[in-house]
C-alpha cells in the first residue's frame, strides 16, 4: 500500500518562496508519474507539476512553468516542490499523488491518472 505525506505549507507574501515537501511509503511501480496538483476554494482540482521517473522528465502546467521545480530524492524517499515568484491565484490545498491508473494512456496532469493521493497542505500567497 502506498501513502503519501505532505509538509511545508503556509503563508507567504505575493513574490516570495515555499518548499513543500511529500514522504513516499511502500512500492512505486516503474510506470507510476508522482506529481504536485492543487485545488483552489471552489476550484476544480488541477495538476501542477510532474515527474515521469522512467524516462527522468518532468511536465509543468502553463500556469507554474519557469516559477515551480519538482524533484524526486531518491535516498530520502520524498517528492519536492520548488515555489518561487508566488502569486496570490497560487493559493490553493496542494496534494501529492503517484499512481498509473491506465497504463496505456499518458496524461501526465491528469487528476484521473492516479491512484494514490496525500491528505494535502494549504499555501497561501498574500498580495
Known amino acids: 500500500q502506498v501513502q503519501l505525506e505532505e509538509s511545508g505549507g503556509g503563508s507567504v507574501q505575493s513574490g516570495g518562496s515555499l518548499r513543500l515537501s511529500c514522504t513516499v511509503t511502500?512500492?512505486?511501480?516503474?510506470?507510476?508519474?508522482m506529481g504536485w496538483f492543487r485545488q483552489g476554494l471552489g476550484k476544480e482540482r488541477e495538476g501542477v507539476a510532474t515527474?515521469?521517473?522512467?524516462?527522468?522528465?518532468?511536465y509543468y502546467s502553463d500556469s507554474v512553468k519557469g516559477r515551480f521545480t519538482i524533484s524526486r530524492d531518491n535516498a530520502k524517499n520524498t517528492l519536492s516542490l520548488e515555489m518561487n515568484s508566488l502569486k496570490p491565484e497560487d493559493t490553493a490545498v496542494y496534494y501529492c499523488?503517484?499512481?498509473?491508473?491506465?497504463?496505456?494512456?499518458?496524461?501526465?496532469?491528469?487528476?484521473?491518472?492516479?491512484?494514490?493521493w496525500g491528505q494535502g497542505t494549504q499555501v497561501t500567497v498574500c498580495s
Open positions: 511502500g512500492t512505486i511501480a516503474n510506470n507510476y508519474f
Open positions: 499523488a503517484t499512481g498509473r491508473t491506465n497504463p496505456r494512456a499518458f496524461q501526465p496532469l491528469n487528476v484521473t491518472t492516479y491512484n494514490y
Open positions: 515527474y515521469y521517473p522512467l524516462v527522468d522528465k518532468t
